[in-house]
């Protein structure tokens, strides 16, 4: 072992997972891996070698967190091994964005257009929602809140959240949106209420199809509100 960290892990319902605060051990080691003998004759280089990363949390959680890691990249130190985690991570991300783009989401599976050209141009379309709604489920999970709500929403959006959360805030501190009103976490609160998320903390944060599905319909009422007041003019 050549180090231990902290992380906090949020309520997953969905995997069984609740909010816990976990204690990892990193080790890591060289290894070998040999050319399978079926591609030997093919010019492949006869082996490789990697470093093995485990990453084990210690204690009795259900579902405790077990990875291990395969890279071609030099690690010599808790540091580094630490970073190619970090990097692992990431791949989350990139999941949310096919995750969004695909049934549940936007649905681009389901596209009846003809030509590349056709869906590279939706895929672009879409990415300013999908972008959205990343910032959204980043910052509900930053202490700090994540980016300024102007850097996210614009001013039509901020003042159409503020009548929203009026009507959604529950009656007890636990159903109310408690979160500094000048960040991307305050806004989230209300978009994840939008789309059906009941604000509770024991049902984990809201996940990105329930931001998208709030998202939409906060469009809708924006809309409804332009329409109004054009309606009103004439």
């Not at 080790?27 to 891996?33: K, L, P, T």
Request: aromatic share 8%; hydrophobic share 35%.
């Amino acid at each position: 072992m050549v180090g231990v960290y902290t992380i906090e892990v949020p309520t997953d319902k969905r995997k069984h997972q609740y909010r816990r605060k976990a204690s990892i051990e990193l080790r890591f080691s060289n290894c070998e891996i040999k050319c399978p003998a079926n591609i030997s004759n093919k010019g492949y280089p006869k082996s490789i070698t990697v470093t093995c990363i485990s990453v084990k949390e210690t204690g009795n959680a259900t579902n405790p967190i077990c990875w291990r890691l395969l890279t071609t990249h030099r690690v010599e130190n808790f540091e580094q091994a630490l970073l190619i985690v970090d990097w692992y991570g990431v791949r989350w991300y990139v999941e949310q964005v096919f995750r969004l783009l695909k049934h549940q989401g936007f649905g681009i599976e389901e596209a009846e257009l003809e030509t590349g050209w056709a869906l590279r141009k939706l895929v672009v379309m879409q990415l300013s929602a999908l972008l959205k709604i990343l910032q959204m489920n980043i910052a509900y999970s930053e202490p700090e809140g994540g980016q300024p709500i102007e850097e996210v929403f614009d001013q039509e959006q901020i003042q159409v959240l503020k009548k929203l959360e009026k009507k959604l805030n529950g009656k007890t501190i636990k159903l109310r949106n408690n979160f500094d009103s000048k960040t991307t976490k305050w806004a989230t609160w209300i978009i994840a209420r939008l789309g059906g998320w009941k604000g509770y903390e024991s049902q984990g944060p809201p996940g990105v199809i329930v931001l998208k599905r709030g998202l939409e319909r906060l469009g809708y009422i924006i809309e409804g509100i332009r329409l109004e007041k054009d309606v009103g003019t004439r």
